[in-house]
């Protein structure tokens, strides 16, 4: 008999508390809604239907990328080369 009474107990505060979490939630659906269909006209408007010019612009820019970090990465070689004298290090007294 006390199982039942806890059940029913937690049934009623289970349903007491669902209009405390539904509430201002259509607010939050114009809000959402909107904001999905936002995204959708920006991927609509990003679509190409020919996976050749995704895949070719997509390995252009890899390889813009890679050729602008082997720059760097030489540059970074060239400024240690300049470096004539090696640094000390700091004593710990």
Not at 7 to 17: D, F, Q, R, T, Y
Not at 20 to 29: K, Y
Not at 66 to 85: F, I, M, T, V, Y
């Amino acid at each position: 008999m006390k199982v039942v009474k806890i059940i029913l107990a937690l049934g009623l505060i289970v349903i007491a508390n669902s209009g405390i979490v539904m509430a201002n939630i259509a607010h939050f659906d114009e809000v959402w809604a909107k904001r999905a269909q936002r995204a959708k006209q920006i991927a609509e408007k990003a679509y190409d239907p020919n996976p050749h010019h995704v895949a070719n612009h997509l390995n252009h820019k890899t390889h813009q990328a890679h050729k602008a970090h082997k720059r760097d990465l030489k540059k970074q070689g060239e400024n240690k080369k300049k470096e004539s004298k090696p640094r000390k290090m700091p004593r710990n007294v």
